[in-house]
């Protein structure tokens, strides 16, 4: 009879603890029941919500874990898929640079056999006349007036000798220069191969480890909101809307974070680095509509690595696509994109406008299409499709640019 009394106060006090606010960290004493409820009672009974609040804890605190590790291991995958962009078009330039050199190498030495050639036939045509020594006979045979103009002609023959050597010697150079810029240019597109390689394989492991990452944790956030569910004595449906909250209220208190981040470098003015030009251009908003209605007709297609369209985009490729509609011509890279347009502060922000994300202006690892009320349309990761989102996450960096 004791023990069952003790079950029924363990349970109502569980039930009251883990219904009540996750805040309440000690529970109120438990009062004896009407059947009078010993001391040993009471404090099993507290024991036991104790133990129940810290399962719940400490589930709470695993899944928050898990989820931290897929965010910095999509981050990652994002900073590998970037550096891999950068190695392809690297790779793309250097083979045209290669392809070009080795047709000017071609050229070069076609030149210089043409030269050749010539300077060749010109020494039979000294040779079978036999050359400037031969005319000297004409000094006993023939009369002054013969013998000046083939004095004339010799010169003129040996004039013309000496200028096919000089051009055959410069187009020899020519050549020589050449090959050895063709065969720097081929070594260079050899080495850029090597990089591509070397960044495709890493994106690939990257990748990888996040979609490893994220499946796992769909997994164990399902078994752990079970359990959840169970100690709380609630349904796995409730539970999981709970967990959607603590993700919400979570998101919301990390926008707050970076807001007051953003207004300290605003506070800091001329004192950063990053301040916008002077100069910045007005907004162009006839090619940001434009622009922006390109990306949108995008949304809900699949992110994928390296895609440039017209069925899957990556962040950087999304931003070229939908500038290329608007008629203006972006770099392929996230960071290329945020060397090449005017730095504009997050305040000042103007719908078409670039958002950039990374640890620094030099590590930048995902670009987004601002449209306003702090919304961006973006290829967000691997596993997701292309959406509107908040700007403001943690690596958002202060100043985004104008296209």
């Known amino acids: 009879m004791i023990v069952r009394r003790v079950r029924a106060v363990a349970t109502l006090a569980l039930l009251a603890a883990l219904s009540a606010p996750a805040s309440v960290a000690v529970a109120d004493p438990v009062e004896p029941d009407s059947r009078g409820a010993t ?24 899944l928050d874990v898990a989820r931290a590790e897929v965010e910095a291991l999509h981050e990652a995958a994002g900073a590998a898929s970037e550096k891999a962009n950068a190695a392809r078009e690297q790779l793309a330039r250097k083979t045209a ?29 000294l040779y079978m006349r036999g050359g400037p020594m031969a005319d000297l006979a ?47 240019a081929q070594k260079a597109q050899q080495a850029a191969a090597t990089e591509a390689a070397t960044a495709l394989a890493d994106v690939q492991k990257a990748v990888a480890a996040a979609e490893k990452k994220t499946t796992e944790l769909t ?37 707050a974070q970076v807001q007051a981040r953003l207004q300290a470098v605003v506070r800091r003015g001329a004192g950063s680095s990053q301040v916008a030009p002077a100069d910045l251009p007005a907004p162009n908003t006839a090619a940001a509509a434009t622009a922006i209605a390109w990306a949108q007709q995008q949304l809900g297609k699949p992110y994928k690595w390296g895609g440039n369209g017209p069925d899957s985009f990556d962040c950087s490729g999304l931003m070229v696509g939908a500038w290329r509609a ?3 011509s972006l770099p392929r890279t996230a960071q290329w994109q945020y060397d090449a347009t005017p730095r504009v502060a997050i ?30 349309i973006e290829a967000p990761r691997t596993g997701l499709d292309l959406r509107y989102s908040s700007i403001y996450r943690s690596t958002l960096l202060p100043h985004g640019g104008r296209a």
């Open 138 to 184: 004409w000094l006993f045979t023939g009369s002054t007036a013969e013998l000046a103009r083939d004095r004339a002609d010799v010169e003129a023959a040996e004039g013309h000798r000496t200028r096919h050597l000089t051009d055959a010697r410069r187009a020899e150079s020519a050549a020589a220069a050449a090959r050895t810029k063709a065969d720097a």
């Open 347 to 376: 305040a000042d922000l103007q719908p078409g406008d670039l958002v950039f994300f990374g640890s620094s202006n030099r590590s930048i690892t995902h670009v987004g299409m601002y449209v306003g009320g702090g919304q961006m």
């Open 219 to 255: 997994a164990k956030e399902r078994q752990l909101v079970t359990r959840l569910a169970e100690l709380r004595r609630t349904s796995v449906e409730v539970e999981q809307r709970r967990q959607e909250q603590l993700q919400r209220e979570a998101a919301e208190r990390a926008q």
């Open 326 to 328: 608007a008629g203006k």
């Open 97 to 125: 640079e290669a392809a070009a050199a080795r047709k000017q190498a071609d050229e070069a030495a076609a030149a210089a056999q043409r030269s050749q050639s010539s300077l060749e036939q010109m020494a039979a045509q």
């Open 39 to 62: 001391q040993a009672e009471v404090e099993a009974a507290q024991r036991a919500v104790a133990a129940g609040a810290g399962q719940v804890a400490a589930l709470q605190r695993q």
